[in-house]
């Protein structure tokens, strides 16, 4: 038995046995060919090579169009003297089959990268595979994934991480964890993992060198753990835990169905976060009453980067009206920062640098990348549930710009007679201490407030959101961010304008209580956690907390925050589902 500590990113607790995404894709049997079974061998490789180097050539042209170069290092690996040049050579010289030549040759390099300090160039194992994959599939005539579809029993994943086409081919349903090397909570595993509700930890360095296919795996997605091996005990203890989860889920659900309102009769909606058009499959379930923040950045990188302006718009209108009449905030892309490090698909993206160019900064330099979401979210608002979000925002002419490109993609559209809604509601997410600052100038300029809690700690502190080392600072409950918080409430309610928070503080129990004192009455939280939030509210009286606003406001640090959030949260008998 052995216990891997990593970050839990999809909650619930999965047994089953370990089947290693990239080694089965890639593991090729040894073979001993005679010298006429090489050179044939030997000509279909290169023959994979060409159909390969023709795939990414076509996804290239297609990339052309939106203005960046991509795949370009991809297609230099396959000229590569090292990756394929050796393999040939070697595979003529010894007469042995070159897809396993080709195979070893590949994890060797892959792990190369894998160990790299550089989190840039560690990720960038996840590319060369991709490479891989392409020319293994091709060289085998196999589909991508065609390896999952015979599976016949319950299997927990591991993989480095979960390419983003992973989504797509997914069809069977004996898969039921995922334990990956590398990933955050914003990670494509991540992400996947929600989406389909199945359990995943993530960042578990070394673990796919070191656990056999078909051994047992037990991951627990709450907290972060992943057993090799688990012993009967072991099994036994997480057996009493499924259950127990698998009871508390059932009451939570019930919960969930019903409107949320306070034991002072205040009505409060809880909406959720999606990444994928699939979640809204479990929305209603869940009980959530619209989305309060749809990240399209996963889209995009599920297309490789590249999305036309009509194939955005299916996607949305979709959405918009599986949801309907409930409201659905698409928010422009995201991009950048910690988002997706490895994809070179938009190349002027800065990956690492949180204050570089992404999100609105990466769409104003884009126009034309932004024109065809901005014009796909109009005419998807024809159906009237639809508001569009702008991330990121620091100052007013920045806000001033995007709304500027807002009404050249209305005019577009009347020119060329499109529907599309012209009083789409259009808010900005409240993420960036100066925005707050100036949340008087803009909320005079924008429908609504989302407040980004996540970047909101990030910016305020001078804390990387993903930097292990500095995370002790990362506090929600530090009372800098509650006041930031506060004002920026404060100035939406004088303007007159609505009002959330999508950021992951809308669903830390230890706050919810403050942030209701505070005035908000719309939180946009992950799907699963609708219902508990609907039970919480439904314990607070708001005029009797209320008067705890200015002792938590005056609290000098975040410790002493803390001691009052309990105090509350134990008087008030509220439910905890998350440690302090
Ligand atoms: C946030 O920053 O709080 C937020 C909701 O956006 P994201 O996590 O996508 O940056
Ligand atoms: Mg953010």
Not at 38 to 49: D, G, V, W
Request: aromatic fraction near 8%; include cysteine.
């Amino acid at each position: 038995m052995k216990i891997y500590k990593g970050i839990g990113v999809s909650p619930g607790i999965a047994i089953g046995n370990i089947y290693l995404l990239e080694v089965d894709m890639l593991r090729m049997r040894y073979k001993k060919l005679t010298k006429e079974e090489s050179r044939e061998n030997i000509e279909l490789f290169k023959e994979a090579i060409r159909k390969t180097r023709e795939d990414l050539l076509k996804i290239r042209q297609q990339m052309m169009d939106y203005g960046n170069d991509i795949f370009i290092g991809h297609l230099r690996l396959l000229d590569d003297p090292v990756f394929i040049g050796e393999v040939i050579k070697k595979a003529q010289h010894e007469n042995t089959n070159i897809e396993y030549l080709f195979s070893i040759q590949l994890k060797e390099q892959v792990n190369i990268f894998k160990k790299m300090d550089n989190q840039y160039f560690k990720e960038r194992a996840t590319d060369l595979q991709d490479v891989g994959r392409r020319l293994i599939q091709n060289f085998m005539g196999a589909d991508e994934y065609t390896f999952l579809e015979n599976i016949k029993e319950d299997v927990v994943i591991i993989a480095h991480e979960l390419p983003p086409s992973f989504i797509s081919k997914l069809q069977t349903r004996h898969i039921i964890g995922f334990a990956t090397e590398v990933g955050s909570w914003t990670s494509h595993t991540a992400i996947i993992a929600r989406a389909l509700t199945i359990p995943a930890v993530v960042g578990l360095e070394g673990i796919a060198e070191e656990c056999s296919p078909g051994d047992r795996l037990l991951i627990d997605g709450v907290d972060g753990v992943v057993i090799y091996d688990p012993d009967s005990e072991t099994l036994k203890d997480y057996d009493k835990r499924r259950s127990a989860q698998k009871q508390q889920e059932k009451r939570i659900i019930a919960i969930a169905r019903k409107p949320a309102l306070t034991r002072d009769r205040e009505k409060i909606n809880i909406l959720a976060n999606i990444e994928i058009p699939q979640e809204v499959n479990e929305l209603v379930r869940f009980g959530a009453e619209g989305i309060g923040l749809y990240r399209t950045e996963f889209l995009f990188m599920s297309r490789n980067g590249k999305i036309s302006e009509d194939e955005q718009y299916l996607v949305y209108r979709e959405i918009a009206s599986r949801m309907y009449p409930k409201p659905v905030t698409i928010r422009t892309l995201d991009l950048g920062g910690d988002k997706f490090l490895h994809y070179d698909d938009f190349a002027e993206v800065e990956k690492e640098d949180v204050l570089g160019l992404r999100a609105i900064r990466f769409c104003l330099h884009e126009p034309q990348i932004f024109m065809s979401q901005l014009k796909a979210i109009l005419r998807a608002a024809y159906s009237l549930n639809v508001k569009m979000m702008f991330p990121l925002i620091s100052e007013v002419n920045e806000l001033k710009q995007a709304l500027e490109m807002l009404n050249e993609a209305k005019n577009q559209l009347m020119t060329n007679q499109i529907p599309f809604n012209s009083n789409l509601k259009v808010g900005i997410m409240i993420e960036v201490p100066s925005a707050v600052m100036l949340a008087d100038h803009l909320a005079r300029m924008c429908d609504f407030f989302s407040i980004g809690t996540n970047d909101l700690i990030q910016y305020s502190l001078a804390v990387n959101r993903v930097n292990k080392k500095v995370a002790y600072l990362y506090d929600p409950l530090n009372p800098a961010i509650l006041k930031l918080i506060y004002l920026s409430i404060q100035a939406a309610l004088k303007a007159g304008i609505e009002i959330s928070m999508c950021g992951e503080m809308a669903s830390d129990p230890w706050v919810i209580w403050l942030l209701l004192a505070m005035g908000l009455r719309d939180f946009s939280v992950s799907p699963k956690l609708v219902g508990s939030i609907k039970e919480y509210v439904s314990q607070v009286d708001i005029k009797g907390i209320e008067r705890n606003l200015q002792k938590a406001l005056s609290c000098a640090t975040g410790t002493e925050v803390r001691e009052l959030a309990e105090e509350i949260v134990l008087n008030n008998k509220l439910p905890i589902w998350q440690k302090k």
